[in-house]
């Protein structure tokens, strides 16, 4: 059974940095774009950023472009999320769901991981 | 303010059909796949619908999705309990070179 386990959040200060992790397994991790969507508390889902299969093409929200970096380790079966100079609106539970040869075709999610930027 | 339009609230009594709205531009619906996921209190999203109006395996066909034009539906029959769960719609936007979310739907089963 597919699996995608994210782990790395936290609590961290405004301007810090962290970094998120998302384990894949039961599948072919190379094979499949990734993606990470988030959702603040009591709020709707946000897509937040894109990879290809091989990592060469990236796409980002506008809410993130130039602070988060987005990237995979398909030897380690391994999707991170780099984030630095993080705000309070920042503050989400962060998903990862791989995609399925379209954009926006979120097939399998993880349980997500909180991240909470406060001082 | 989210770039695809859903109402925030719907509701039906078991055994009912609701259809949940979701509108767009000609950047995003009306170019693009629509996509439908369910999200049940405390849990991750789940994949309904995809390319408009295709079940994955393990939906049960009580779930429906539609499109035309720049807006799309979601049409859920024979309501049931379990059904109580926000509902968003997704597609991708040209305009932006980014996926966008509607605000969501939270549908009460009465």
């Known amino acids: 059974e597919v699996q995608l386990v994210e782990s790395g959040g936290g609590l961290v200060q405004p301007g810090g940095s962290l970094r998120l992790s998302c384990a894949a397994s039961a599948f072919t991790f190379s094979s499949y774009e990734m993606n990470w969507v988030r959702q603040a508390p009591g709020k709707g889902l946000e897509w937040v950023s894109y990879?290809?299969?091989?990592?060469?093409?990236?796409y980002y929200a506008d809410s993130v472009k130039g602070r988060f970096t987005i990237s995979r380790d398909n030897a380690k079966n391994s999707l991170y999320l780099q984030m630095n100079s993080l705000r309070a609106e920042d503050t989400a539970v962060y998903y990862c769901a791989r995609g399925n040869g379209y954009l926006v075709y979120f097939d399998f999610w993880g349980q997500g991981t909180l991240v909470t930027v406060s001082s | 303010q989210s770039v695809l339009t859903q109402p925030p609230s719907a509701s039906g009594t078991p055994g009912q059909r609701v259809t949940i709205s979701c509108s767009g531009s000609?950047?995003?619906?009306?170019?693009?796949?629509v996509y439908w996921y369910q999200q049940c209190p405390g849990t991750a999203p789940k994949l309904l619908i995809y390319?408009?109006?295709q079940r994955p395996s393990g939906v049960p066909d009580r779930f429906s999705g539609s499109k035309s034009g720049t807006s799309a539906s979601l049409a859920i029959g024979g309501l049931r309990s379990e059904d109580e769960a926000d509902y968003y719609c997704?597609?991708?936007?040209?305009?932006?070179?980014?996926?966008?979310f509607g605000g969501g739907t939270q549908l009460t089963v009465l």
């Open positions: 990879i290809s299969s091989s990592g060469t093409t990236k």
């Open positions: 000609s950047s995003n619906i009306g170019t693009n796949y």
């Open positions: 390319r408009n109006n």
């Open positions: 997704a597609a991708w936007d040209d305009l932006s070179g980014q996926a966008v």
